[in-house]
Every structure is written in structure tokens, then in C-alpha cells.
């Protein structure tokens, strides 16, 4: 359809039929990411070998050899999500998701504070990744004097996200080539580690520090109390964290929606087989004792694929093991300012941020201004949060389990507001529309919870801020920032927060010669 066409506006049936489900185009190139790229960005974007290295120690601790079942059950609430976002992309397919969804359903403030807590989390990570990156970097080389030094590893991370940045600009083809690429490096060295860890486990050569593997590993009622249940429940939700990247390329996708509805459920899917194998076979092999190799010990605590996959393979394969995590991290960057900037661009086309945030490069079909400032944020995160201390850079990576909770509670209510009508309609809707939503939101809501009565302790963290814990004070601080940019730009730009320029049509309308209708698949 052209771009003069005008659609009937959203929930007006047209001929008794239900009205057809699209959006208006903001210059992006349609057509440009398959399934395939589509998937390996919701996968990438978790940063998986990096979440295994760095979270399963954690676990282990946690909820000792029941990890296995905690991935399983803090899967229930990310597949409920999954279904959520499949019928908002079928519903809404705009790049702005979370922003779109929440204000579509509860206003223009509550969306542009949904879409802030996504954009500070997600910022908050990046920044984290590229110091990782850079410290992995010094340690796959051999520098580890360098991987010590502030300074060294931060401006390794700033070229890190340069290079996510530069590979952004040029397109989401280009993005999407080197993404598959990274993720290949990274998977062929956690394969040969998984064949020889498994093979040394069956035929019982692993060492006296593994475990007998028994089906009980995978049952959530052997953990040990409630309180293990639920840190390891927080814990496991944050390994499956940035599945959904896809939903975010919607507009750019070939096939229309189908391809992203599709893509969610793949990237969950190769998500929970990825852990549940790499992490059986950590567990397996190493155990979860504090001791040694033990998954709980403070030498694994750190990186325990390094560590495990050193003692399992060889000395010489834990620096291959380092690069893995590496590329994982920086696979993560390159992935993640995708559906980041895609956020700030769909902010941008409905004037609920400035305008220039909307300008797409007619030749890579790439949203530049928007690229560009998500690697200046990340940027400015990084450098502000290591100069002021890197206990308080500690913290604020914690507080993004609050944000993400935050952001995913808003979401699930607005999926149970949006189709409340058609809840009813049939036994399909009623588990896709009612069911599905209702369960992620309790147990994001429970989790939301359950994380500010813990971090708001004194105990809780690092570091100690206005006599609260900091994880808890950087989380509710960073939401109250966006309170306030919100209001200042409430005074600039009052049409979007009166709802004028979110209305449904309203781009079609204003930028004829620009957008054009897209109609989902």
C-alpha cells in the first residue's frame, strides 16, 4: 500500500472483519533480516557464554546441583513472555516494542518510563560487556598485567562498542553476518568442551570432584527452601535475558511479522538447550563444591567456563575458552545496539523523544542519529560508573535484574489490558491472551518484588548509599531519571504526552511522503 493510503485506526473493524494489523514504515529496509539472522540476534543478545561464565558459580551456590531445574523453571516465565510478545508483534508490529505495547495500553508516560527502563538496562550492560570484552581480550593474549588496568581495559571497551556502532551504521545485513560468524567461533570451542567434558563424565574419568549425575538435578522441588528458590529463580531469569531482540526488527524483517513471532520462540528455545547442556556438563564434571574446580569455589566463581573447560580439555584450552567468553561479550555489543537504537528510532518517528532520534540513512536503511547515541550512552556509562568506583559499577550491573523486572511486570499487564476482550473468545486465546501473560506477570511482579526486598538491605551489594543497599538505590535512582527527562520533555513536546502524535495513523498522516503502511505477515 502506498503512502498516501490511510488505514482505518486501530480497533475499527472494517466490513464486520477485524481491522488489518500494521504500522507505519520509519525508513527502514524491509526485507533485510531473515529468520535465520533474526534468531541468532535473540540468542547473541544474551550473551550466552559470557551469562554461563560469570552467573553459574552464583547458581551453584545458590541452589547447589538443582541448577538444571532452575533453568528449566525460570524458562516458564521467559516462554510465557515469548507468547505475549508474539501477539503484540501480530498485534503492533513496530520496532518502538516495549514503548508501543505499554503506551498503546496505559498511555504515553507509561510507556516512555517502560522504554526507559529497557533503554537503562540495557545500557548498563552494554558497559559492562565491553569492559568484560576488554579485559578478555588482555587475558586471550597473554597481557594479564593490562587486564588489571582501568584504564587499559576501558579503552579497549570503548573500541569495542565503536566497532558495534560502526557495524550498526552500515546495515542490519552487515550486523547480522558478522553476529552469525562470532557466534559460530564461539559455539565450536563450548562444543568441544561440552563432547570432552561429557565423554570424561560417562566413562568416569572426570576426577573425584564430580558428582554422580542423577535425574534429581533437574527436579525444582529438591531445592533446598524457598529463599534458594527464589535467588536462583532471579538468577536463571537474568541468563535468558535479550531472547527478544527479534521482536525489534520486525519492521525490517522478511515475511513481515511471521518472521520474528517465529524467531522469538527459536532463540528461547536454543537458549534453554544451550544451558541446560553447557550447564549439566559444568556441573557434571566440576561439582559444586568451594573447593578446587567445585562450581561454589572461588576459583571457578569468576569464570567457571575457564576454569572447567582448563581442567577438562587441557591448560592450553582455557585461553581458547577466554576468547569464547570474549566473543560472546562482544557478539552481545554488535547485537544489542540493534534493537536498542530501533527503540530510540521509533521514540523519535512519535516525537516522544527529539525528532532527529527518527532519521534513517536512505542507503543502509539504518537509524544513524539513534545508532549513534546508544554508543554514546554506553560509552558515557562506562567511563562515569569505573572512574567513580568499580564496587558502584558492581552495583549498578545488579540493578538491572530491578529494571528488567520493572520493564517486564509493565508489559505482561498490558498484554492482560490489550486483549482483555478477546481473553474469551476461544480456548487458543484464552492460553495465548489470558493464561500465558497472567503467569509471566505474576512471576516477573513476584521477582520485582522479591529483588527490592532484598537489594533495599544495607548488606545488600558493594556499596552502602543513603543507608540502603546500593543495588537498590542505583535501580529506583536510574527510574527516577527517567521520571525527570520524561517532565522535561513533557514541556517541550506536550503533543505526545497528550497522546496526539501516538495516535494511531498519526505518522501516515504527517509524513506522507516518508512512511508508508506495512502489513504484518
Request: glycine residues 12%; charged residues 10%.
Amino acid at each position: 500500500m502506498s503512502a498516501t493510503a490511510h488505514p482505518a485506526p486501530a480497533g475499527v473493524a472494517v466490513d464486520g472483519a477485524p481491522p488489518p494489523t500494521g504500522v507505519a514504515a520509519k525508513g527502514l529496509r524491509r526485507g533485510a533480516i531473515g529468520f535465520a539472522g533474526s534468531t541468532i540476534l535473540g540468542v547473541v543478545q544474551t550473551a550466552p557464554a559470557y551469562s554461563l561464565a560469570v552467573t553459574m558459580g552464583f547458581l551453584a551456590a545458590a541452589v547447589a546441583l538443582q541448577a538444571p531445574a532452575i533453568l528449566i523453571v525460570a524458562f516458564i516465565p521467559i516462554y510465557c513472555m515469548t507468547v505475549v510478545e508474539q501477539e503484540f508483534v501480530a498485534r503492533d508490529p513496530d520496532c518502538g516494542t516495549v514503548f508501543v505495547w505499554v503506551g498503546r495500553a496505559f498511555g504515553p508516560r507509561a510507556g516512555w518510563i517502560a522504554s526507559w527502563a529497557l533503554l537503562a538496562a540495557t545500557f548498563l550492560a552494554l558497559a559492562n560487556l565491553a569492559n568484560v570484552a576488554g579485559v578478555y581480550l588482555f587475558l586471550f593474549i597473554g597481557a594479564d598485567t593490562a587486564a588489571t588496568k582501568e584504564v587499559a581495559t576501558i579503552a579497549v571497551g570503548v573500541v569495542f562498542i565503536a566497532l558495534a556502532v560502526w557495524l550498526a551504521v552500515r546495515g542490519i545485513q552487515v550486523s547480522a553476518r558478522v553476529q552469525a560468524w562470532m557466534l559460530g567461533a564461539g559455539m565450536a570451542v563450548l562444543v568441544v568442551f561440552a563432547v570432552v567434558a561429557l565423554v570424561k563424565i560417562v566413562a568416569g574419568t572426570a576426577g573425584a570432584q564430580a558428582p554422580t549425575p542423577s535425574l534429581s538435578w533437574f527436579d525444582p522441588f529438591s531445592v533446598d527452601g524457598t529463599s534458594a528458590l527464589s535467588a536462583g529463580l532471579l538468577l536463571g531469569i537474568f541468563f535468558y535475558w535479550g531472547w527478544d531482540g527479534s521482536a525489534a526488527v520486525v519492521e525490517e524483517a522478511e515475511g513481515g511479522a511471521a518472521t520474528p513471532r517465529r524467531a522469538l520462540l527459536w532463540s528461547a528455545l536454543v537458549l534453554l538447550g544451550f544451558y541446560l547442556v553447557l550447564g549439566f556438563a559444568l556441573q557434571a564434571y566440576a561439582g559444586v563444591g568451594e573447593k578446587g574446580i567445585g562450581l561454589a569455589g572461588e576459583a571457578a566463581s569468576g569464570d567457571a567456563l575457564s576454569v572447567v573447560g582448563g581442567a577438562a580439555v587441557g591448560s592450553w584450552f582455557q585461553t581458547l575458552m577466554e576468547l569464547a567468553v570474549m566473543v560472546s561479550a562482544a557478539a552481545c555489543l554488535v547485537a544489542a545496539v540493534l534493537p536498542t537504537a530501533r527503540s530510540l528510532l521509533s521514540m523519535g518517528a512519535y516525537r516522544a523523544v527529539p525528532t532527529a532520534f527518527a532519521r534513517v540513512d536512505g542507503r543502509t536503511g539504518s537509524p544513524v542519529v539513534a545508532t549513534i547515541a546508544v554508543g554514546v550512552a554506553v560509552t558515557a556509562v562506562l567511563i562515569v560508573l569505573s572512574i567513580v568506583s568499580n564496587k558502584v559499577l558492581g552495583d549498578a550491573i545488579g540493578a538491572i535484574v530491578l529494571l528488567i523486572a520493572f520493564y517486564y511486570t509493565l508489559v505482561g499487564l498490558a498484554a492482560l489490558w490489550t486483549f482483555r476482550a478477546e481473553v474469551m473468545r476461544s480456548r487458543h486465546d484464552f492460553l495465548r491472551k489470558g493464561l500465558a501473560p497472567l503467569v509471566g506477570t505474576l512471576v516477573l511482579g513476584w521477582a520485582l518484588v522479591r529483588n527490592g526486598r532484598d537489594t533495599i538491605k544495607d548488606d545488600y551489594g558493594l556499596t552502602t548509599l543513603l543507608g540502603l543497599g546500593g543495588v537498590f538505590v542505583i535501580g529506583v535512582v536510574t527510574l527516577l531519571v527517567g521520571v525527570a527527562l520524561m517532565a522535561i520533555w513533557n514541556t517541550r513536546a506536550p503533543a505526545f504526552f497528550r497522546g496526539e502524535t501516538f495516535a494511531p495513523g498519526y505518522l501516515e498522516r504527517h509524513d506522507p511522503d516518508l512512511l508508508e503502511e506495512v502489513r504484518a505477515g
